[in-house]
């Protein structure tokens, strides 16, 4: 369906036609309607569906013709991660072009006075990540008693980075006469049970069959003995002259040794997760954008807000814990209608992960042996251990902050370390 037949202003038709789009996804020809009319959704997406389009073409229209003319916070869309809150921020603002909103992002890893800043000069949509957005509603730097469209994008990923505390806090302080829109890869038991409390008598919206992969992507299985998944990724890389791959880890400790590797075999590489500073991982994400980085190596929620939409290559370099991060990662690629390819190395210890992914896909992926790795068939299949550091992330460090002397003491801060004056725990 072509844009300029879902009744959308003169405003925003010019500036789809100025990003050189005509014909409307079906994610957006269903939803966009029923936003309009003032509906609550509920919309299963998968990535690359143009599901950003779907929401903040709606939302714009809907406060261009909105009687509250404030300088007051009118839009609120939530994203789980920086780049994802960066990039859905910079299509709010394409998209309205030409209207007058001001747009803010606000999230972690930056100044939060130039935050503040950008506030105080009055803005209209606020593109958000949770943890940073309650920091500014604590010091009250930021008021949302006059939303009146909540967005929550990724939901499904929310609930695995372990924030529906963090969201439930900041539904609280929102009026309760607004329209919310959800958005998900995944229809859980999690996200419908998030549904049912957040959304008044909502619109199902699905696209696709709940945890399907994108049609265009071609996956293929290289089976392979673990120690030498290394070397086939630079043989396949060098023999295929991949020129843009993102690869996935499952540990950030992996991700930088990985990326080591790499560039001692001559391929041009750069580490990608959350314990890289935000300007590291905005530098990285640009270089791999404008080719100059061959390769970007990547955890699953670091490059969830990764959006490329001509990226021919993911690599599963170690299969994920969980059969739909699968779906999420190989949803990198295939991106806006082309095509790409998903390749999974997958070592004996992982054969009971790749079964999981296809009775969760209902298929069964491709193999191919390649000539000079064939597989061990001595090699013992070894338990693969759980990374529980993500799982215990929000709950405080105890021993970190002990007083050695006297273990019943721990300090509370915001003190210096060097500051000896500790005070007991309650």
């Known amino acids: 369906?072509?844009?300029?037949?879902?009744?959308?202003?003169?405003?925003?038709?010019?500036?789809?036609?100025?990003?050189?789009?005509?014909?409307?996804?079906?994610?957006?020809?269903?939803?966009?309607?029923?936003?309009?009319?003032?509906?609550?959704?509920?919309?299963?997406a998968q990535t690359g569906t143009g599901k950003t389009a779907g929401f903040a073409l709606p939302l714009l229209q809907k406060l261009q013709y909105s009687n509250n003319q404030t300088k007051q916070v009118k839009g609120l869309i939530l994203t789980p991660t920086r780049e994802l809150a960066a990039q859905v921020a910079e299509s709010v603002r394409e998209y309205g072009s030409y209207l007058r909103f001001k747009?803010?992002?606000?999230?972690?890893?930056?100044?939060?006075?130039t935050q503040i800043k950008k506030i105080n000069q009055g803005v209209d949509i606020v593109v958000a990540t949770p943890g940073r957005l309650l920091d500014h509603l604590q010091r009250r730097t930021l008021k949302l008693n006059n939303v009146e469209m909540f967005v929550l994008d990724e939901a499904d990923r929310m609930l695995d980075m372990g924030f529906i505390t963090d969201i439930r806090k900041i539904i609280k302080t929102l009026p309760t006469e607004r329209q919310n829109l959800l958005f998900s890869a995944t229809f859980s038991k999690e996200i419908r049970s998030?549904?049912?409390?957040?959304?008044?008598?909502?619109?199902?919206?699905?696209?696709?069959?709940?945890n399907s992969t994108v049609d265009k992507v071609k996956q293929l299985v290289l089976p392979v003995d673990k120690q030498r998944k290394r070397e086939l990724l630079s043989y396949q890389i060098g023999i295929g002259n991949w020129k843009q791959v993102l690869v996935f880890t499952r540990t950030k400790h992996m991700a930088n040794r990985l990326t080591e590797k790499l560039n001692e075999d001559g391929i041009v590489s750069a580490a990608f997760h959350g314990n890289k500073s935000q300007a590291a991982r905005t530098k990285a994400l640009t270089q791999f954008k404008l080719g100059k980085t061959r390769v970007l190596v990547a955890t699953d929620i670091a490059a969830r807000g990764i959006d490329i939409d001509a990226l021919p290559y993911v690599v599963n370099y170690e299969l994920p814990y969980l059969p739909e991060d699968y779906v999420h990662r190989i949803g990198r690629t295939a991106r806006a209608g082309q095509e790409g390819c998903a390749v999974s190395l997958v070592c004996v210890d992982e054969n009971k992960l790749l079964r999981g992914i296809e009775?969760?896909?209902?298929?069964?992926i491709e193999k191919n042996i390649i000539a000079g790795f064939e597989v061990d068939p001595r090699?013992?299949?070894?338990?693969i251990r759980k990374n529980h550091a993500s799982v215990n992330k929000n709950k405080p460090d105890f021993k970190k902050n002990r007083n050695k002397k006297n273990p019943k003491k721990r300090w509370t801060g915001p003190k210096s370390p060097k500051n000896k004056s500790f005070k007991k725990s309650k």
């Open 194 to 210: 998030l549904a049912g409390s957040l959304l008044d008598s909502p619109t199902v919206v699905e696209v696709a069959p709940p």
């Open 359 to 364: 009775k969760l896909l209902n298929i069964q």
């Open 1 to 44: 369906m072509l844009f300029s037949s879902l009744n959308l202003s003169k405003e925003l038709l010019d500036a789809i036609k100025k990003k050189g789009y005509d014909t409307a996804t079906p994610i957006q020809t269903k939803v966009i309607p029923l936003i309009l009319e003032g509906r609550d959704i509920l919309a299963s």
């Open 379 to 383: 090699i013992n299949a070894e338990p």
């Open 103 to 113: 747009t803010v992002v606000i999230y972690g890893g930056v100044s939060m006075n």
